[in-house]
């Protein structure tokens, strides 16, 4: 029933993507106002809310593996790990970026295969899966994508390159990720079959061509917390309602207690937007808003892969 649930949400956010194509279609564009609000609202429900779980993840995890848990130690690696990227961004912007690119491909790679196996060829289909994606989303909107980049790397003349050079070949890079991940995913299906259903598949192919076709924001939006974030909740759940976690007994009790760790990290995201922009670089909301998403990113990246990897392996 729960599954269903899951499922049921990412549907309607599918029909909501429609619905928000359909008004550009008409409209020819979709206002500035509501592309923020729709994005606001979707981060703000479900794309932060999916990694504010992590520390009774990690509690659950230790408990039922019959390891001692220190909420204190996890707080104190977690902050340390968000305090070293953020200063990563501000010293080394360019570096910053390819690992979000590279952790994010993972990321959303290892959650839409959540269920195949543990090995090199998995996971290998895993990251070109994950980087299919992302090419996906960021190469169909690359003017607004190459705007974003150049003001996050303060115009890095690197990154001027690699734009250029995208601009001309990102194509044919991608043509070759689908080849490279349909051919890998297929043998490594021969060798570990997994189970993945007609419908999981047309709702995520529905919602990457819809996200082709809105601006970045609201497709970021709409893959991001419309289909990513409820889905990591629909594994989260699983894990915690087997585990009897009493906070698991129903999805929406369950997204309830994400609440206070999620508005800690606005008031994150208020203090590093401060921060930043005391650093006397030119304050730019939408930089802002993906350095942020990617330094909590980072901590809980780890949280989600030793998650996944312990299902797979049951």
């Not at 129903?250 to 206070?260: C, I, R, V």
Request: proline residues 3%; hydrophobic residues 55%; aromatic residues 14%.
């Amino acid at each position: 029933m729960a599954k269903n649930n899951f499922s049921r949400i990412t549907w309607i956010n599918a029909l909501i993507g429609l619905i928000l194509f359909a008004w550009q279609q008409y409209n020819g564009e979709i206002p500035t106002k509501i592309q923020l609000l729709y994005f606001a609202i979707m981060i703000g429900a479900t794309g932060i809310p999916h990694g504010a779980l992590d520390h009774i993840i990690a509690k659950t995890s230790a408990i039922s593996n019959g390891q001692r848990f220190s909420i204190q130690q996890f707080l104190g690696r977690y902050v340390l790990a968000i305090l070293l990227y953020s200063a990563s961004w501000i010293f080394f912007p360019g570096i910053s970026l390819i690992i979000f690119l590279l952790i994010s491909a993972w990321h959303f790679g290892e959650t839409d295969l959540s269920n195949a196996v543990d090995t090199r060829a998995w996971n290998l289909s895993r990251m070109l899966w994950g980087s299919l994606v992302l090419m996906l989303i960021l190469l169909s909107h690359f003017e607004e994508t190459a705007s974003v980049v150049l003001r996050i790397t303060q115009g890095s003349e690197i990154a001027q390159k690699t734009l250029e050079h995208l601009k001309i070949n990102g194509i044919y890079y991608f043509s070759g990720v689908v080849c490279l991940f349909f051919a890998i995913a297929a043998i490594s299906n021969h060798k570990n079959k997994i189970s993945i259903s007609y419908l999981y598949i047309i709702n995520l192919v529905a919602i990457l061509m819809l996200c082709s076709q809105l601006p970045l924001l609201p497709a970021f939006a709409l893959y991001f917390g419309g289909w990513h974030a409820i889905r990591s909740f629909e594994i989260i759940f699983k894990f915690l309602h087997e585990a009897k976690e009493e906070m698991a007994s129903k999805p929406l009790t369950l997204w309830k207690n994400a609440l206070p760790m999620t508005f800690l990290a606005a008031f994150g995201f208020i203090f590093m937007a401060y921060i930043w922009n005391g650093t006397g670089l030119k304050m730019d909301p939408l930089p802002a808003i993906f350095i942020f998403l990617s330094i909590i990113t980072l901590p809980h990246l780890d949280v989600m892969d030793k998650l996944i990897n312990r299902q797979s392996k049951q």
